[in-house]
């Protein structure tokens, strides 16, 4: 075999196997609950701090315990905010179904990261990443994402 065959399979090997390293999470953004409206037609924000708080775990992302805590959260939040038992389960549910770090969606546990690093605990410099990109977000986004209507 020729040896551009092996270097095209050691570079896609590399690619796939979650070995490539990114220099650092992006950006801090939030669509707030994402594939799922923001509160009820007479009050079109009633839970959506609920799914900012959670789009910033999901975000900056982590282990797959400090995943199903931010779904409790986001549970325990949308139960706190509305009272609806029913509402508050659907919405876990649907987190913990359609969130997961192998899915290459902007929504993903650790979107904040380029796609492969999976369920990973940050280190003290990706924290202190994290921390700073969040806090120019909050600079220039008083408000955050919610709009009070």
Not at 67 to 78: F, I, N, S, Y
Not at 99 to 104: E, K, L, Q, V
């Amino acid at each position: 075999m020729n040896t551009n065959f092996w270097i095209y399979i050691l570079a896609l090997a590399l690619l796939t196997s979650g070995c490539a390293t990114t220099s650092g999470i992006n950006e801090f953004t939030s669509d707030g609950c994402s594939l799922f409206p923001d509160g009820t037609m007479n009050h079109r924000s009633l839970w959506c701090d609920c799914c900012f708080n959670h789009d910033i775990a999901y975000w900056r992302g982590g282990s797959e315990d400090e995943r199903k805590d931010a779904d409790k959260t986001l549970h325990a939040c949308v139960l706190e905010h509305t009272g609806n038992k029913a509402l508050a389960e659907m919405m876990y549910d649907g987190v913990r179904i359609g969130g997961s770090a192998a899915f290459p969606m902007w929504y993903r546990w650790g979107y904040g990261w380029n796609y492969g690093r999976g369920y990973k605990q940050l280190t003290e410099e990706e924290q202190k990443q994290a921390a700073d990109k969040l806090e120019a977000y909050r600079e220039t986004h008083h408000s955050g994402y919610c709009i009070k209507r």
